[in-house]
């Protein structure tokens, strides 16, 4: 990485430059395609190819953003091209060529910012405007001065250099000193351009600086450290109190952020914490790697584990108490060769129950689940899908909704995850050895009309669960297999007779989480010709399809995505059904017939549905869904779905 000795930003300022923007950025690909044919990365024969593609494409697109459709150069390769080359034109025309903002945005923050008389910066609109994050934005501001983006970890900054000066001058200037490189001094600044604190800086640290650039939220993160008075090689305090306020930090942001997990991982130089937030693991923060034996510690003592064994895998709890309510947190030790990776899934004691209406089911799956299976009066239904797919969720509104108080409900969890009035629910607890083995042999001792059974995890489960069908009780319970036809297969493969799977199991459904478009940014969206290609469709296929995308904003913290929904696979057993697994066959052909006689809707298909109905998008649908057949047309699926 090539960086900017003594510092050439004495330039125009940029403020004054970016309000005189002209907003077509048609004249300045010339600059780009220049910077790629010299790197090699493009020949001119693609510059010329996609140029004519351009002029054919109903929405226009900038080259860059086109030379990257069609395969031509990757984002590293224009990055590494651009890094260290200072570019003349503007910063929001760089957005826009780059494709990190349209053309639209950059036009719309040009009106603000000529509506206003207090005349923000560029950056500052497009930020308050949810038109592009913060980092990304000063990551291109860098790579158009050419120099360097830093975020450096706190064990790499020189502690010493920050003696130079008092706290608030920091503040009052708006940088960073980093470390010693060479004969000089490594300084990030918020604003490169501020001609007073360029002065200031070589004032302090001399002539030779080596200029970085970084976000005024790490400088808000470098000052806090400051505040906290550490000696050199620290940057928290290692003491019970810190590690106490450090704990409850993590976990009071992951409850902020409605996280279902939290993952504290240990490395050679830092501690990483990561949330898992709609099924996608998301970057929270990185702490010094001296937390780490503290921070420990202190949740073993709160899941009253052994806090002196460190080399075996541990498993505990808590429950955790907040002014909003409480929380029951799952905390699993890992042994790795850093030391020990925690992950805590957080569990609310209230649950929020949702009714089975809530949970996502597309209007005719919702009718027929209703319909000819949950008000049946006995029967196994079996919920299926891998961890962290809603099975739970599922099955606590299905609960929610046949609780009544001519009903007897009884249950067997580990862990009771929502406590419901009315019902009698059983946390198994092996220390005492309340197993579920058995917790099930007493359960049909009970005289229930109902009974939950938190998880088919081995023969004796799926034996009790078919045993208590035959008696005529009401069986629900979960089970991890790919679809619905897997649960059937897994069963029979549990050495489950299969004249008993065909006589007691009522239905199998089967579902998947996906992550929903943020309402707050959702646009139209037209799929391109590669997606529709991996789907197996064309463009005539999606006429008059509301497809829509989020274009990400601080409201679903720019993924483009808010929240998760649903997608259900309802396998009602028929006679063909029944008939196809007494006779064994495979699951294919008992995944044919219940196409065709049973009105199967894949998972697949019902992913396709929901991201033509813009719910979600076809990037969620491929990355979350099983493949297993091609999908039907959208117009046969609306028969079978409803809705559009």
């Not at 220049?34 to 929405?59: C, N």
């Not at 044919?592 to 006689?597: K, L, M, T």
């Amino acid at each position: 990485m090539s960086l900017q000795m003594n510092v050439p930003i004495e330039s125009e300022d940029l403020k004054t430059h970016e309000c005189n923007v002209e907003v077509n950025s048609s004249e300045y690909d010339k600059e780009l395609v220049e910077i790629f044919l010299k790197a090699g990365i493009l020949t001119p024969k693609q510059v010329e190819h996609a140029r004519r593609v351009s002029s054919k494409v109903d929405t226009p697109k900038p080259l860059t953003v086109l030379f990257k459709d069609l395969n031509f150069i990757t984002h590293d390769q224009i990055i590494s091209a651009l890094h260290g080359i200072p570019i003349s034109m503007p910063l929001g025309n760089l957005l826009v060529e780059l494709g990190h903002i349209r053309q639209t945005d950059l036009q719309l923050a040009l009106d603000i910012q000529a509506s206003e008389n207090s005349k923000r910066n560029l950056d500052k609109i497009l930020i308050d405007q949810c038109l592009i994050d913060e980092k990304t934005l000063i990551q291109i501001r860098a790579l158009k001065l050419g120099v360097p983006y830093i975020e450096p970890d706190f064990s790499e900054i020189d502690r010493t250099l920050f003696s130079k000066a008092p706290i608030k001058w920091y503040v009052e200037h708006s940088l960073i000193p980093v470390r010693h490189e060479g004969h000089g001094v490594r300084i990030a600044f918020v604003d490169p351009h501020n001609k007073q604190n360029l002065e200031a800086a070589r004032q302090l640290y001399g002539n030779n600086l080596l200029c970085a650039i970084t976000s005024n939220t790490y400088l808000e993160k470098v000052i806090e450290w400051l505040k906290r008075g550490t000696k050199k090689g620290e940057t928290v305090s290692s003491s019970e109190s810190a590690a106490v306020k450090l704990v409850n930090k993590i976990i009071l942001a992951a409850i902020a952020r409605n996280a279902s997990d939290i993952h504290i991982e240990p490395s050679s130089d830092k501690l990483r914490v990561r949330f898992r937030q709609d099924g996608v693991l998301t970057h929270f923060e990185d702490f010094p790697k001296n937390v780490i034996p503290s921070l420990t510690s202190r949740i073993k003592v709160m899941c009253n584990v052994d806090i002196t064994e460190k080399r075996r895998h541990q498993g505990g709890r808590i429950l955790f108490e907040y002014p909003e309510g409480e929380l029951d947190l799952r905390v699993s030790f890992y042994v790795s060769i850093h030391g020990e990776k925690i992950v805590i899934r957080l569990l609310s004691r209230k649950g929020l129950l949702l009714k089975i209406e809530e949970v996502g089911m597309s209007a005719q799956i919702l009718e027929r689940f209703k319909k000819d299976v949950l008000y049946r009066p006995s029967g196994v239904i079996l919920i299926t899908g891998p961890t962290g797919s809603g099975k739970t969720t599922t099955v606590y509104s299905c609960i929610h909704s046949i609780n009544d108080p001519q009903t007897s409900i009884i249950t067997a969890e580990e862990p009771v995850e929502y406590v419901i009035e009315g019902i009698t629910q059983c946390s198994i607890n092996p220390k005492i050895n309340l197993t579920f083995e058995e917790t099930l042999r007493h359960i049909v001792r009970q005289d229930p009309d109902v009974i939950v059974i938190g998880e088919i995890r081995d023969n004796f489960s799926a034996e009790v669960a078919v045993q208590a069908a035959l008696t005529g009780h009401k069986v629900l319970t979960t089970f991890h297999t790919e679809d619905s036809i897997g649960g059937l297969i897994r069963l029979l493969k549990m050495n489950i007779e299969a004249f008993l799977i065909s006589s007691t199991v009522v239905s199998v459904l089967a579902q998947r989480l996906v992550r929903k478009v943020c309402p707050n940014c959702s646009e139209p969206y037209k799929p391109t010709a590669a997606e529709l290609q991996n789907l197996g469709y064309t463009t005539d296929d999606i006429i008059g399809m509301p497809f829509q995308k989020g274009r990400g904003c601080s409201n679903c913290q720019h993924t483009g995505y808010k929240g998760r929904v649903g997608i259900f696979e309802l396998l009602i057993l028929n006679e063909f059904v029944r008939n196809a697994i007494i006779e064994m066959k495979t699951s294919q052909e008992i995944r044919q017939i219940s196409i065709e006689s049973a009105d199967l809707v894949t998972l697949l298909e019902e992913g396709i549905f929901k991201a033509a109905s813009g719910i979600t998008t076809i990037d969620e649908v491929l990355r979350c869904l099983p493949w297993l057949q091609k999908p039907r047309p959208l117009q046969d699926l609306r028969r079978y779905l409803g809705g559009l």
